[in-house]
């Protein structure tokens, strides 16, 4: 066994973006050449792995048990609803149904029962699910296979979505993205919609969940929790043809939620946020050009089934960006507009966009530097 020789002040940062489909990860070590030599990995996304076994108990006509922590629904809320629609018993602690929605009370209206404690009914048979997103010591476990280790990364940058539990009577789509509009009203850089550890929100059940998962495994590390939209975002900006440049349009065209932000001077000016399943080519060119003319309402957004959007300052329409710069594994949908789009590809890989964000959004919010 070999084990890699760090060189004296190397800063690593460890960061993992988890979507929808994949979990996209990218253990940025300084002291590699470039950063194509880094160790990089796309895997599958927690959520489709429990959705799997969800699916096999369904098939097997079992019940399900499911505690641990609140992690992304996706797949995984999918394959519930369908296992309880089919006359099957699935039974959740209060950390574990957040999973499914924001209220436990539309929980339970699914027909999915909350556990009182964390504990599996005495009499309950069936598939038990422990339910977490960050597993480092799993991956810690296959890193050791090629020497390399976690225990020396100075950060643990970690991207999930977190809608966040909302206000009573509020839409958690309106509670999402005016959360987005007060952080970039105090401070429009990218970096401060990234969180320290101690600085996330009490609303953001799902971050604190990965916050406490990577605490449990590294005591010694910074930890940077951010939404996976914004990162994205922020991994455009780190694309080589657009470091430079003053005037950007940023889109992330992920499976859930599609984001767009104008960036001027490195300061965000602008965001709106659809739902991708409710966007055509059409709608979607139409939306970015009305966008970035100032004529698109956050009402028009809301009402067509989206979060919404917001201007800090008046846009100088399409003819003053640059550039378009479009991550996302959905981002084919603006191949079939007349946007002028660029593809980013941080460190050489489309893929890696959202870790890049998260790359850059430790090194600025920690200001880290090498030794």
């Known amino acids: 066994m070999y084990t890699h020789l760090q060189k004296q002040g190397a800063m690593k940062i460890l960061a993992v973006d988890i979507g929808a489909g994949t979990q996209d990860i ?18 599958p996304s927690p959520s489709q792995l429990f959705a799997e076994e969800v699916r096999e108990a369904t098939h097997l006509r079992e019940s ?19 296992h309880v629609k089919r006359g099957n018993r699935a039974i959740m602690t209060e950390a574990a149904a957040y999973t499914v929605r924001n209220r436990l009370d539309e929980v339970r209206e699914l027909g999915i029962e909350i556990a009182k404690g964390e504990d599996k009914p005495s009499n309950f048979e069936g598939k038990a699910l422990t339910l977490e997103e960050v597993e480092l010591a799993k991956l810690q476990g296959f890193l050791t296979l090629f020497g390399e280790t976690l225990s020396d990364a100075e950060c643990v940058a970690v991207a999930v979505q977190d809608h966040g539990i909302p206000p009573e009577g509020m839409s958690n789509r ?12 105090d ?24 916050a406490s998962a990577c605490r449990k495994q590294l005591k ?10 914004p990162d994205a975002v922020l991994g455009c900006l780190k694309d080589p043809s657009a470091e430079k440049l003053d005037h950007i349009l940023a889109i992330n065209v992920g499976n859930g939620h599609t984001m767009a932000a104008l960036v001027s001077d490195e300061k965000i000016t602008a965001v709106v946020e659809h739902h991708t399943r409710f966007l055509t080519p059409e709608k979607t060119e139409r939306l970015i050009v009305n966008f970035a003319d100032g004529t698109l309402s956050d009402e028009e957004v809301f009402n ?5 959007l917001f201007y800090l300052e008046k846009p100088g329409g399409l003819s003053n960006i640059q550039k378009i710069v479009a991550t996302g594994p959905k981002r ?13 590809t941080p460190a050489g890989d489309v893929m890696m966009t959202g870790p890049v964000g998260l790359i850059e959004a430790a090194r600025r919010k920690f200001k880290l530097t090498s030794g």
Do not use: C
Request: positive net charge; aromatic residues 4%; charged residues 25%.
């Open 64 to 82: 399900v048990f499911a505690n641990g922590s609140t992690i992304g629904g996706g797949a995984l809320a999918s394959a519930l609803k369908k």
């Open 220 to 229: 010694e590390a910074r930890i940077l929790l951010m939404d996976t939209s």
């Open 187 to 210: 401070n429009p850089k990218p970096e401060s919609l990234a969180f320290a550890e101690d600085e996330i929100p009490p609303h953001f059940l799902r971050m604190k969940s990965a």
């Open 304 to 308: 067509d089934r989206g979060h919404g």
């Open 26 to 43: 990218l253990l940025y070590d300084e002291s590699k050449e470039t950063i194509e030599n880094n160790i990089k990995m796309v895997l």
């Open 332 to 344: 084919n949908l603006l191949a079939r507009t007349k946007l002028p789009v660029h593809v980013a």
């Open 174 to 185: 309106r509670h999402r993205i005016l959360t987005m509009k007060r952080l970039l009203q």
